[in-house]
Antibody, heavy 121, light 107 residues
Framework: QVQLQESGPGLVKPSQTLSLTCTVSGGSISSGSYYWSWIRQPAGKGLEWIGRIYTSGSTNYNPSLKSRVTISLDTSKNHFSLKLSSVTAADTAVYYC?????????????WGQGALVTVSS | DIQLTQSPSFLSASVGDRVTITCRASQGISSYLAWYQQKPGKAPKLLISAASTLQSGVPSRFSGSGSGTEFILTISSLQPEDFATYYCQQLNSYPITFGQGTRLDIK
């Protein structure tokens, strides 16, 4: 079965770029009709959808973050990545990657375990 | 953006109780709604997709209903492992949004 695992620095300085990678195992990231997405959750708060990339490479971003977000796909490494620029303390959160699938409706499953990123000098 | 409002935000119940959580959308989303369960320190777990499709491996005490703007998650008989936070998510239009969550605590 497909599994996802986030990786990247756990500490990022303000104004710098947050970079995370989601490695997919148990299946090819370029096969099937899936979206590969990023979601984040500040401590003690709810979930915020950041954006997603289709297997073709097309992307959709949350307008609230669009000017700072880039999601890309690396089929040779079977992973996809998130870059969030000009970070502030408000970007401190657990970042999840997930696969979005369509079966009568879209849904996100599976999810990675999450990666805590702290923005601090 | 489509706003999802869950009610209640907090719910205290006992083992064996029947509980319902409502998710209201600010505009119609057909049946493009999913429900997730999240326990502390863990990723959300998909329970229900397309408003009412129970995912494989999810106990049958969970059920979902609704379409358009009002959706309900029902747990027919609470078990100890069901105490968690529940989120609805709409995947009808961008940006994809989540409800604020319903925390279900033991009474």
């Amino acid at each position: 079965q497909v599994q996802l695992q986030e990786s990247g620095p756990g500490l990022v300085k303000p104004s710098q770029t947050l970079s995370l990678t989601c490695t997919v195992s148990g299946g090819s990231i370029s096969s099937g009709s899936y979206y590969w997405s990023w979601i984040r959750q500040p401590a003690g708060k709810g979930l915020e959808w950041i954006g997603r990339i289709y297997t073709s490479g097309s992307t959709n971003y949350n307008p609230s973050l669009k000017s700072r977000v880039t999601i890309s796909l690396d089929t040779s490494k079977n992973h996809f990545s998130l870059k969030l620029s000009s970070v502030t303390a408000a970007d401190t959160a657990v970042y999840y990657c997930a696969r979005e699938t369509y079966n009568s409706g879209w849904y996100a499953d599976p999810w990675g375990q999450g990666a805590l990123v702290t923005v601090s000098s | 953006d489509i706003q999802l409002t869950q009610s209640p935000s907090f719910l205290s119940a006992s083992v064996g109780d029947r509980v319902t959580i409502t998710c209201r959308a600010s505009q119609g989303i057909s049946s493009y709604l999913a429900w997730y369960q999240q326990k502390p320190g863990k990723a959300p777990k998909l329970l229900i997709s397309a408003a009412s499709t129970l995912q494989s491996g999810v106990p049958s005490r969970f059920s979902g209903s609704g379409s358009g703007t009002e959706f309900i998650l029902t747990i027919s008989s609470l078990q100890p492992e069901d105490f968690a936070t529940y989120y609805c998510q709409q995947l009808n239009s961008y940006p994809i949004t989540f409800g604020q969550g319903t925390r279900l605590d033991i009474k």
